[in-house]
């Protein structure tokens, strides 16, 4: 049974940086196509990025396109996700998702979440 556990969120300002970890446990990950949504308080859970299985392909929101970079090491099964020029908007709680496709993962679909980390970004 595959497993995902984030790492990395916290209280950051404006206008810093942070990179979150998922690190998967079980089957290799590069079965899947990996991804990572964001929930903010009161809001509908949100596509964030998606990375294809041999990393060849990303996909960014509009609003995250040029300030987040999703990457990931197959020999390591992680997969992280660098965040530079945060704003109180991306304060959220970020999932680790796994799925079938980028399609899927666009659509906020997923086979396998995370429990997420709390990323808050104070004004």
């Known amino acids: 049974q595959v497993q995902l556990v984030e790492s990395g969120g916290g209280l950051v300002q404006t206008g810093d940086s942070l990179r979150l970890s998922c690190t998967v446990s079980g089957p290799t990950l590069r079965d899947y196509v990996m991804g990572w949504f964001r929930q903010a308080p009161g809001k509908e859970r949100e596509y964030v990025a998606a990375?294809?299985?041999?990393?060849?392909?990303?996909l960014y929101a509009d609003l995250v396109e040029g300030r987040f970079t999703i990457k990931r090491e197959n020999v390591k099964n992680t997969v992280s996700l660098q965040m530079t020029t945060l704003t109180f908007e991306d304060t959220a709680v970020y999932y680790c998702?796994?799925?079938?496709?980028?399609?899927?993962?666009?659509?906020?679909?997923?086979?396998?979440w995370g429990q997420g980390t709390q990323v808050t970004v104070s004004s």
């Open positions: 990375i294809t299985s041999n990393g060849d392909f990303t």
């Open positions: 998702v796994a799925g079938s496709s980028v399609l899927q993962l666009s659509r906020v679909q997923a086979d396998i």
